[in-house]
């Protein structure tokens, strides 16, 4: 009696989940980051009609790419990651002294980890920096949630990396 063949896939068709992921900050891993929202690229259209055309219609031609802000939303700890990289913009506007500007640029990495804790994808975001924080969130005396800060990160385009 043969025994029968076993079905062996090379290449993944599950996708990968997305609930255990690293970021990291220069190499340093953000403590406590338990959201971050989505990393995309636009096109923008430039329409474009000539005064000799006999159609009413536009032309259509590529246009400047758009890169949206990227929110990371971590638990407040004592980790102040992202505190003291926002304030690198927000204390040199107070400062007297701004002939050099602050080293507020990084490189963002991103790392989705597979169901055993590997490295399955992984993201950089290039010349990345804080266009907002939000020190704390609410507080509410009958809550029962962490308190939660938050950094908007404003990049110039992101590279998948191979894991």
């Known amino acids: 009696m043969a025994k029968a063949a076993r079905f062996t896939e090379t290449t993944r068709r599950d996708p990968f989940r997305n609930f255990n992921f690293i970021i990291e900050f220069d190499g340093v891993e953000v403590a406590a980051c338990r959201k971050m ?60 002294d701004r002939t ?21 994808l992984h993201y950089k975001l290039f010349r990345a920096f804080v266009s907002k924080y939000t020190a704390m969130s609410d507080l509410a005396g009958e809550g029962n949630d962490v308190i939660i800060e938050t950094l908007e990160v404003t990049h110039e385009g992101f590279e998948r990396i191979e894991a």
């Open 37 to 96: 929202s989505a990393i995309d690229a636009t096109v923008n259209v430039v329409k474009f009609r000539p005064g000799n055309n006999l159609h009413s219609n536009d032309e259509h031609s590529p246009g400047r790419v758009e890169y949206p802000a990227v929110t990371f939303e971590g638990g407040k700890t004592n980790d102040k990651s992202f505190q003291d990289w926002a304030n690198k913009l927000i204390t040199h506007e107070f400062r007297t």
């Open 100 to 120: 050099a500007e602050p080293d507020f640029r990084k490189t963002i990495d991103i790392k989705v980890l597979d169901i055993n804790g590997a490295e399955a």
